[in-house]
């Protein structure tokens, strides 16, 4: 007994090990992959080929970013005057690294040759963040609003996209030297709600960030196409409900204000079971029902073949209540399926030992009163023995399905399956 909590931790000190070791390699790896493409750029760097350079530095910077790494595409970008290129490495240099005084100078240094050389557009956008494209969207995006690009001189068509908003392009003309300016504002993609209330009530209109919306019904609001929860109060009454606007469309509903509300959960052992809360259909399980009036109510379930269940349960407001409810068999009472299907073999069994049984003495009269000798006379005789060993084997037969139908019966007279149950829980899921 004393070894085992030893055993314990010796056993998870193996599990550790194990799992540290098989991590190993894959760091192992990825770093030493990293280096060989590293040690491959240099050698043609250093020899001139500039274009593999870059090509093993790019590899190298996907397999483990570095902003070293970057300062090197720079330069490489630089020696094959490729200028927009080197400027937009040199620019994200500076951008990723803050600590290292003498790379940060050389990289501004660069950066300061290569500007008169170089045509600049700065992008920004209204709402900022979004995804930057020039010329042709294959090439894929230029990073996000607000920067500033590297292009070549000439005429440029830059647009923006942003997620819930439609595209913003613009055609500007850049020149070598200078730098020019866009702003752009992709319109949002919007719908319309309107919302009528019972009563006088105070609405928001709440998104994924937060309240988008507050004022009072009637609502006529135009709102970025998305989901929404919309509430709606007047003192103690209340009305929510999670609402879609659509693009280029208009989403109405109707705020039926009710006094405070709570949850209902309802899970049965049978799906399908029938809901009713207070005499009123309200579906059918398993299912959340919402806006259910704060108080205690009677609750219901039915379904064809099971015993109703039925019983009260208490609402609180803006909480949820839990009913699993647990439907026994309805009682079968004595004529079954297997009861008649035991009758009706019993009745078919004796029927049957009865023609036997027939059968048997009209055979026994003939032989009697027959002048049969002979060979004619042992047949008749062999073939009345074999009418009467039927007869008795359907008699017991027939008897022990009979027997078996009484018990059956007595069974489905007598047997209680238990009234169906259910456990509620006002706090959370039993």
Do not use: K
Not at 358 to 387: C, K, P, V, W
Request: charge should be negative; include cysteine; charged fraction near 25%.
């Amino acid at each position: 007994m004393p070894l085992r909590p030893a055993l314990r931790l010796a056993l998870g000190l193996f599990a550790a090990l194990g799992c540290a070791l098989s991590a190993v390699p894959a760091r192992a790896d990825r770093a030493a992959e990293a280096r060989f493409h590293d040690e491959a750029a240099r050698r043609h760097y250093d020899a001139g080929r500039y274009d593999a350079a870059v090509r093993e530095f790019m590899i190298g910077q996907r397999i483990a970013p570095n902003p070293n790494t970057i300062l090197n595409i720079a330069f490489c970008f630089r020696a094959l005057e490729r200028n927009e290129e080197a400027y937009m490495y040199f620019a994200e240099f500076l951008a990723a690294d803050t600590e290292h005084a003498e790379r940060r100078a050389r990289a501004e240094e660069a950066l300061e040759a290569l500007r008169p050389r170089v045509a600049l557009l700065r992008v920004e956008s209204d709402p900022p963040g979004a995804d930057i494209y020039v010329d042709r969207a294959e090439l894929g995006r230029y990073g996000r609003t607000p920067r500033l690009l590297a292009l070549p001189a000439g005429e440029h068509r830059v647009w923006v996209e942003r997620e819930g908003h439609r595209p913003a392009a613009s055609v500007v003309t850049l020149e070598e030297g200078r730098t020019v300016s866009v702003t752009l504002e992709p319109p949002a993609i919007v719908g319309r709600l309107r919302l009528t209330a019972s009563a006088d009530a105070q609405v928001r209109v709440i998104g994924p960030e937060g309240v988008v919306w507050e004022g009072v019904s009637p609502v006529d609001v135009s709102l970025p196409a998305g989901h929404y929860e919309v509430r709606a109060s007047s003192g103690r009454d209340r009305w929510s409900e999670a609402l879609t606007v659509p693009a280029d469309g208009t989403v109405s509903a109707h705020a039926e204000l009710t006094g405070p509300t709570g949850e209902l959960s309802v899970i049965a052992n049978q799906p399908g079971a029938q809901i009713r809360i207070d005499d009123a259909e309200w579906g059918y399980a398993p299912q959340v029902l919402e806006r259910v009036p704060v108080g205690t109510h009677r609750l219901e379930l039915r379904l064809d073949g099971m015993q109703p269940y039925a019983g009260e349960i208490e609402v609180r407001e803006d909480a949820r209540s839990w009913a699993r409810v647990s439907l026994s068999p309805a009682p079968r009472g004595p004529f079954t399926e297997d009861t008649l299907t035991a009758g009706a073999l019993a009745l078919a069994l004796l029927g049957a030992a009865g023609i036997f049984t027939a059968m048997t003495i009209q055979s026994h009269d003939e032989l009697t009163t027959s002048q049969q000798s002979g060979q004619s006379y042992l047949d008749s005789l062999d073939e009345t023995n074999r009418f009467a060993v039927a007869a008795d084997l359907l008699w017991l037969a027939g008897g022990a399905a009979t027997l078996t139908t009484v018990v059956l019966v007595f069974i489905h007279v007598f047997e209680d399956p238990g009234p169906s149950t259910a456990l509620l829980s006002e706090e959370e899921e039993p």
